[in-house]
């Protein structure tokens, strides 16, 4: 009966140790998404500001280029 029982605890165990080591690289897996996920949106965010920026250029060049046409047709 304690043989039994002591290759049962053992049987978990061991599927206990695998079930970790699995959970470990899949974590470490996870953690290698996450961070090229964050670095993806540090370069979205980046890519957006450039745009702004250069959105922001247009309106002032059209808003300009609208003001001297107003001031030439008067």
């Not at 206990?16 to 993806?40: I, P, T, W």
Request: hydrophobic share 45%; proline share 0%; net charge negative.
């Amino acid at each position: 009966m304690l043989e039994a029982s002591l290759n049962q605890l053992e049987s978990l165990v061991n599927d206990l140790v695998k079930h970790n080591r699995e959970l470990a690289e899949r974590n470490a897996q996870l953690a290698g998404e996450l961070a090229q996920a964050k670095d993806d949106n540090d370069t979205l965010q980046l890519s957006l500001l450039e745009q702004e920026e250069q959105q922001g250029a247009t309106t002032a060049r059209i808003q300009a280029l609208v003001e001297r046409a107003t001031a030439a047709a008067v």
